[in-house]
Structure formats: structure tokens, C-alpha cells
């Protein structure tokens, strides 16, 4: 977002203390009178609040306790009840009276919202009406929550308060301020105040200090701001190929991961899981148009020449260190062609190495067959399936429910379910949760998560019905351990954890295979975890204790 796109208007009101954060200081502008203080319902009494207080409870327990023991008298007595005396008549009036005034004390509050709310709708202050013309975009606004001033922060140095104000004025473009001022912490504070001032909405809660925004300068972030904290937790041990491994899931879902914490811990006892690495290469697909399907045929056959592979590999290995083109297939519908280049990139996911091999033998096509208009590119990841054998003790003990209950769920749930849901690589119960999780801990691409978690999740009873088998296939993880945001600082450490940091110098590539492994891996134990909830009814019962705020969000409103 250019902040440019939206001028300030002349007038804001300000209102908030001095305080000294991220390198500025808040100066407070001569606030507006205040509006008239609204009426309390205390206030028509004659002597203070706690002395009346004290006067009725007296007054109130005194005459209950006097008539009681005058009505107890006229039972001895024989004496009917309804003949009062004057004064049990006028201690009945005095009963009366201070009861009502108990029970108006006791709902004051109640009375005095009704009067506040009824004086702040009644009010015709031009600061009320100011309010209501500095709305800049067309959005729903509560009218029974007052929407606070954003606070107008004066930075302290005199030269980054005319920066932000020429951002503000549009004179400055707000992605040119990291190569003017050479600093980009310096750059994502002007900028945040300049974002503040120009949508009238406060950003105090996103954090700034504290991170390095070097570290992302032109690779993994335009603009910055702030950066958002997400929490961390570690599901395992993974008990996988032999090894165990702690997994890092960032999420903010309660359940997610001790859901899968309870997945490694019947995977673990049962022998643990097996995970195979069926395809380690990145694809691009472009698809090109033809006048006619003749020449589409041409340059078909051109492709899958054996004899030209060797000059394309050399045009495409051009572009990278690392990437290496290992097969190209082809496709033909009507005039159009279907290329599938399928390549190496070691430990980097290798989108980008990928797409720019593939343009330079694209434009070295396009000198023998100049009529061929490309279409666009696609492409997909590593290929992995992960296994596991659960006995029938753990799935009782752990997972309580049966082999089953499960299979049986599997087949209506993950695999016919899907299908009537018309689900396109999505025959499974949450992949793109822990795939998700995952990626965002370790500093992998979340976009890559639609192609990531297509997953068949598949349930089989064996060993006479007593055991379960359980797999996850995913064709297309697409991971790396370098390059993006893998080199920030919590990202880095947490693929530290799994022992994938970096590039492999032993064995290129491996790091980026293994971690495709353990995201399999996850994957099958949160499959594991969610279809035993599921099956055993405990599913909403867990996500009532353990995924519920006990925070008021009534109270939370857009400032």
C-alpha cells in the first residue's frame, strides 16, 4: 500500500500522554474543551453517597427487625395481624421506602449508563460531528462506542517530522524512504506514523523495536511497519525413519498443537513412522499458443528430441548455481502446449532459480519459432508419502477409540466426504493446519500452502483388524532451508531445531528433502490425532476447554 493514495484532512484531534517509543515522543496538541459531564443519579441526593448509604441499610434492618418482633408478640398474643398501630404503620412506610432506595443503589450503575448514553446521543458538540466526517473509508461503525482521536505523535527529531509530513502530503512515496535515508528501522517508524495519520486508525499494538528490518530489505518484506508475533509451540517428539525430531508450529489455534503432540506420542510408542521421498524436483508448467496445432506439434517434438535436451539444460542451468533441469514433458490441447520442466534447486524451495531458467529457454525457443505467444507458468514441489503403524493398545489408550471406528471414518470423512465436497487434493481432515504451522515457524513461503497440503490421508485395519495402518501422500511440498525468510532470526532457530538450517555442504539438497520429510511426518500425526477426536466424540468438548478466550469481546472495539 502507497500511503500517498489518501490526503490528510486539515483538522484531527489529539489527545494522548507523552511517552518515549521506537526513537519518538508524543506531543500533546491544546485539547478540545471537554464535552459537559454527564448527569449521575447521585447527584440529586442531599448528603453524600455513603452517608445516605449508611442512613437506609440502618434504617432498613432497624424497622424489619422492630416489626418482626412486634408481629411475633401478636401471634402469642392472638392478636390479627392486619390491626396496626401508628407506628408499626409508620415503620412499615419506613420498610417500604428504604427497600426501594436499596434496590435503586444496588442498579445505579445500571440507571447511569441510561443517562450517559442518553446525553451522548443528544449531543450536537462540533467534536461529536467531527467524528463522523473523518471517516475515510466506508465502513460499519458501532454508534453505541465512541471511536477515541488517534493520537498525532510529533517525532523528535525536526527533520523526521517534515519527512512524515511530506509522506503524508504524497510529496515523499512511502516505499522510497529505506533508499533515501539509508536506515530502515528509521524508515518503518516514519512510515508507521505517516500510516497512523493518513487512516485515522491507531497501529500502537503492532510491535516495532526489536526486530531487523535490514534482514529484510528488498527479499522478504515492502514497507514495514512493525511485524506481527505469533506464538510458537513445539509438538513431539516425531519419532521419524529413526529420529527424533521437535517439531515447531506457529499458530494462534488452541488444539492445533497438542493435537499433534498426541499424534507423535501414539506414533512414538508405536515403533514410530516411516516417511519416503518419492520425487525431489521443483516444476514450472508454461503453457504456449500456436496459430495452429500443427506448429504446437513442432515444437512438441522439438522438446522431447533427446539431441536438444543437452542445449536446453545448458540455456536453462545458466540462470542459477544450483538449479539443474531433470526432465521436460509435454502436452498438446488443440493448439495449445502444456511444458512441464521439472528441476533440482538443493536446499532452496526454488520458485524463483525455477521461473527464471524456464523464461531463458523460453525466449531461446522463441528464435526458431517466433510465432508462439506464451501463456503463463505454473509449477508444484517434492513429492513424499509417510507411514505409520498403530497398535490396537495405543489407539485404546492414546487415541481412545477403536481401528475401527477410524477406518470406517476415514472412508465417509477424508475420502467420500471429500469427494461429494468436490475437493481437488483435499482427501484429508486438516493438512493445511500443520502444514501451515509449520511453514510460518520455519520461514517458508505461506502461500505455498495451497499446493503444500494437498494430501490423501488412507486408514487401513491389519494384522486381522487388530492394528492400523495410516498414510499421508502429498505430491507437492514445497519447502527450502535457505533463500527468503529462512535467514530471519526465529525462523532460522527453529529450523535449527530440526537440525536443517542452511544449505547441506555434505550432501546438497538434503536439508530441504529432510524437512519435507518432517512437514509429511506432522502432517500424518495431526491426521491421526483430529479422526480420533473426531471418532471418539471428544473433538468440540477439546476445542471448548482448551481454543476458548476468556476475554470479553464485547469490549474490544477499532480505535
Known sequence: MDVRRRPPKSLRPT????????????????????????????????????????????????????????????????????????SELTAIVSLIASFIYLLGFFGIDFVQSFVARSSHEDDDSPWDHHHQDDHRFNCPVTTATAIAPVPKVIMDDAEDES?????VSGSTPSYSLESKL?????????????????????????????????????????????????????????????????????????????????GCKAIYASGGATGILLRDGMTRAPVVRFPTAKRASDLKFFLEDPLNFDTLSLVFNRSSRFARVQSIRCAIAGRNLYMRFTCS??????????????????????????????????????????EAT?????????????????????????????????????????????????FIAT?????????????????????????????????????????????????????????????SKELPGSNSRLLATIVAGSVLAGE???????????????????NRSSKDVSKITST
Open 15 to 86: 489527545n494522548k500522554p507523552t511517552s518515549s517509543s521506537a526513537g519518538v515522543g508524543v506531543v500533546v496538541d491544546p485539547p478540545p474543551p471537554p464535552p459537559p459531564s454527564s448527569p449521575k443519579a447521585s447527584d440529586a441526593l442531599p448528603l453524600p453517597l455513603y452517608l445516605t448509604n449508611g442512613i437506609f441499610f440502618t434504617l432498613f434492618f432497624s424497622v424489619a427487625y422492630y416489626l418482626l418482633h412486634r408481629w411475633r408478640d401478636k401471634i402469642r398474643n392472638s392478636t390479627p395481624l392486619h390491626v396496626v398501630t401508628l
Open 163 to 167: 519527512i512524515v509530513q511530506s509522506v
Open 182 to 262: 539509508g536506515d530502515c528501522f528509521r524508515a518503518a517508524s516514519i512510515r508507521r506514523e505517516a500510516v497512523q495519520r493518513i487512516t485515522g486508525r491507531s497501529i500502537v499494538g503492532l510491535p516495532l523495536d526489536g526486530f531487523d528490518y535490514n534482514s529484510i530489505l528488498g527479499q522478504c518484506c515492502e514497507m514495514p511497519v512493525g511485524y506481527v508475533q505469533i506464538p510458537v509451540g513445539i509438538a513431539g517428539p516425531l519419532l521419524l525413519n529413526g529420529c527424533e525430531y521437535s517439531v515447531p508450529m506457529a499458530t494462534t489455534e488452541g488444539c492445533l498443537v497438542a493435537s499433534t503432540n498426541r
Open 345 to 386: 534447486t538443493g536446499d532452496a524451495m526454488g520458485m524463483n532459480m525455477v521461473s527464471k531458467g524456464v523464461q531463458n529457454v523460453l525466449e531461446f525457443l522463441q528464435t526458431d519459432f517466433p510465432d508462439m505467444d506464451v501463456i503463463g507458468i505454473s509449477g508444484r514441489g517434492k513429492s513424499v508419502v509417510c
Open 390 to 438: 498403530i497398535t490396537e493398545e495405543v489407539v485404546k489408550k492414546v487415541l481412545k477409540t477403536t481401528v475401527g471406528a477410524l477406518v470406517e471414518l476415514n472412508m465417509l470423512k477424508n475420502l467420500a466426504g471429500s469427494a461429494v465436497a468436490g475437493a481437488l487434493g483435499g482427501f484429508n481432515a486438516h493438512a493445511a493446519n500443520i502444514v501451515s504451522a509449520v
Open 443 to 503: 520461514g517458508q513461503d505461506p502461500a505455498q500452502n495451497i499446493e503444500s497440503s494437498h494430501c490423501i490421508t488412507m486408514m487401513e485395519a491389519i494384522n486381522d483388524g487388530k492394528d492400523l495402518h495410516v498414510s499421508v501422500t502429498m505430491p507437492s511440498i514445497e519447502v527450502g532451508t535457505v533463500g527468503g525468510g529462512t535467514q530471519l532470526a526465529s525462523q532460522s532457530a527453529c529450523l535449527n531445531l530440526l537440525g536443517v538450517k542452511g544449505a
Open 528 to 546: 491421526l490425532s483430529l479422526m480420533s477426536a473426531i471418532a471418539a466424540g471428544q473433538l468440540v468438548k477439546s476445542h471448548m476447554k482448551y
